[in-house]
């Protein structure tokens, strides 16, 4: 279906046709639900997403102000990334662009990306840097992606001088040029590509298509260190700003169709339970964006086969060589099921309603290999199986989760968590823990009998309850696991999670 389609059916312009098939991901019928229902009470299209109007005395251009907020003057706005220059060659660092402060971390993860699939020789242990003329085509080449069609030009931001808020804009030369519109590797490279993207997209369409997933009360970077989200990213890896990268559209919540054209994957925490699009998992070349949180890291393959992880970030800048102990880096990506899902299935006695702790002296003694601890486990008991009976029953043929024999009460003599009182404890704030000599519970008064929890060691749990304290553990293992179900990895030759001092950060 097409937007002219689309234009038949609701009878405006070809534009907003087109922005509403944008906004339903391509579905005719989502398109027009979502055009009458958010244009019932005006007949105008939906309320625009523009940042809010400037401040009188803003003076900085509109790309710069749906980038950062509508701030007073450009001195305002974050050093780390209008000091960021696109470098290649600094002797400080070993490997990819040389980052200074936080929060570009997002961009230059996606540059990076970019870069390792392009260049041969940007690799880990070679040590040639891409020359002015090698940047210049390739970062052209992202600019182009940006065009609207074919026929319109990639455009270059050239600044007038070290102020990021005076700049004109050029056609991008197709060849580079040492006179300096052409250098990214000065302070403002970064800003150069990122205003060229966006003045090469328009900033009308950028809102637009930003304005269809995410927050769009913020600017494109925000927070209180100044990160991007995935507008930002896509516009670099895809030349969109539609920052939607699950399975399933954001709007009308169907598949998102799969695409033949991703280079470079991005893999996330998928902190909602959504999948991520499968060409984000299995794009052309083995390389990603990895989304730790509030973090961006790259995952790539490097010559010869073998698996990195950089982190470009002080105090956790480091490039990692990852081995596969469980699992395969061949294995095809997990393919997201055609519709969303959400597998909540009504509590079972037995099964673990939470995991309460690691054992405090455990921790101490294995401060980073968890599997060596044992764990505090909260069984699931006829109360809660009651109270949850709204939830819908777990449907012949998916699998019970792990469940564990509560045993019998613990004795007398040693310390003893209250179920009763733990289960209400995001309203009561009481966790339940009764010292050693109270049969029954010191704040509810119920026998311990039927109503404690117990523990295990990591190696006697179910292989469900381990996932979830790997999760819970590794942000590595959590990402890798979205790709490659189960593996496990060590790195320098030790076992996250088994080996003390292995940690990866992402
Ligand atoms: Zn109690």
New binding site residues.
Partial sequence: MSASDLQAVIGTDLETAQMYMEMSGGDLETAVSLFFSMSADTGAPPPSTAPPPPPSGCVLPLALQFLFGAALSSSALPESWTAQALSFTDPRFSYGIAQDKNGPCGVLAALNSIFVTKLSAYQPGVSASPGPDVVHTILRDVVLKCRKSAEDEAMLVVFEGDDVSKYSVVAFPEAYNAEGACDFSSPLGLMKLLLSLVETRGVEQVKAESATFGDTSQPMVSGPFSLCGTELINLILLGSADGNVAAYASVGGGKVPAREDVEVGILTNEEEGVPVADHFKAPKNNVWVVHGGDHFTMLFEGAGGSMFLYNGLQPNRALHSLTMIAGDWGSPAPVAPAEHTPTQYRMEVGCVESIVQAHPDDKKENPTAWRRRRFELCLVNEDMVRVDKATAERPEGVAKGDSYDLGAAPVVASRWR?V??YKDRFTTYCF?ENPPGNAV?K??G?PAGGNHTIWRTYGELGAGTKARIDRGESKLLQVLRTRWRGCDIAVGGKEIGSEEGVVVAI
Avoid: L, R
Wanted: aromatic share 12%; net charge neutral; glycine share 12%.
């Fill in positions: 209250c009763s009182c339940g519970c704040f509810c119920t």
